[in-house]
């Protein structure tokens, strides 16, 4: 209990501290990928920018006996007027792990919308992320799309 009102306490006192922000350095948080027909994985998400353009972006999510590991590259960009909303475009692998099944190894083109909240630590993002396979398994799966709610970092 202890562990969690420290942690809780530490949320809460970067929270205040990055409030004024509208751009972020790094996000962690929540992730829903939709990387295959018939399955919808959860798991955490984070981003990193290197730059004001250059971002990686890695995502662990689980699904019933399926866990998918993805590591993205985009560039990011401001919309003129548009305070805290940017748009993206990149590329980069996932390998999907299922028990008792081979692996499954794609190519993630990808392209949406990042939303820093002003005023709060929070970055919402949305976007098409079509798995392009590249191993045996499921055929292609241009219906896939990405979800984050993350913390944003300074």
Known sequence: MKKLLFVFTLVLLCSVSIKAQTSYKAALGLGVD?????????GA??????????VGQADLGFEDNATIITALYSYHKQFR????????VGIGPSIILIEDFDNIFALRPHGGLDFKINGAPIVI???WRPSIILSDGPDNHVAAF???IQFAFN
């Open 34 to 42: 939709t990387a295959v027909e018939d399955a919808t994985f959860v």
């Open 45 to 54: 998400t984070g981003k990193f920018f290197f730059s004001s353009n250059h």
């Open 125 to 127: 993002n949305f976007d």
């Open 81 to 88: 007027g548009a305070r805290g909303l940017r748009w993206y």
């Open 146 to 148: 990405g979800l984050g």
